[in-house]
């Protein structure tokens, strides 16, 4: 009753964030209600400050090179869930998705991200360096602004950091040309440091082999699957036969092995295209 509050920027974000916090009034006791609202006006009273880093999303797009209505998510369930437990047995903050090109490292780190219930999802590009990276996350984008990001996002409480996932796409040791082993001079700089020990999740796509705190990403494990949904129709046991062979010459990846199922739906002989490959 005759409570004012401020017209603010995403005000509607923390206002539906913590609304949760006022549902249930069926308290034991008035001091827990207290303590309750407290935490309430403490948090909204923040959110009426200004905001250094841009809004995150509670779901992210999932492309298709091809015009397909197919569900990634079905060819990589086992592989979410083996994410979610390297968070939460390992307890690490910073997990490595490597993996040779085109086996969807990106897909699988947005699949993941869409099943991991987090509000507050964010996905950028590597630019050249984790400073240059977190500075494109800034509403500010000036060089320091990195620094703004993290003092945030180290304000904010537990239960808060546990809505953030952040994916930097395609830290590979060629990003910055003519900088031979790049990536290990970045993993040993304080933005870096200081990114790790946020209390966040992080999820770092690379083609790179990294020693620790990686998860491998391989080809699909149900390339005919993956073959006939992109063909957009059954395939004969011939064919399931040819297609077992395709995806062993191109190691199970998952981008040719799409390319190759829409080269044959419009009209290509498999067999051609197999032979194509083998050359």
Known sequence: KNVIIPIVDNLEHYILQYIKDLKDFDYPNMIELNE?????????????????????????????????????????????????SRFDDHHTGILFMSGR????????????????????????????SFKETINSLSVKKNTNAWEDVFNYWNSLEADEKKQILLIIDNFNDDSVEGMANHYAQELNTNVYKELSSLGIQILITTRIDMENDTYMVKGVKNPIALFEAYYKDELDENKKERVKELAGLVHDNTLVLALCAGVVRNGCVLEKVINAIKK
């Open 36 to 84: 309750r609202l407290k935490r309430v006006e403490k948090k909204l009273k923040r959110g009426s400050e200004h905001i250094p880093v841009i809004a995150g999303k509670d779901s992210l797009p999932v492309g298709s090179i091809l015009d397909t209505k197919i569900s990634k998510e079905e060819f990589r369930s086992d592989e979410i869930e083996e994410i979610r």
């Open 101 to 128: 090109p085109g086996m969807g490292k990106t897909t699988l780190a947005k699949l993941y991200a869409n099943k991991s219930g987090k509000n507050n999802n964010y996905f950028v590009k590597y630019k050249g």
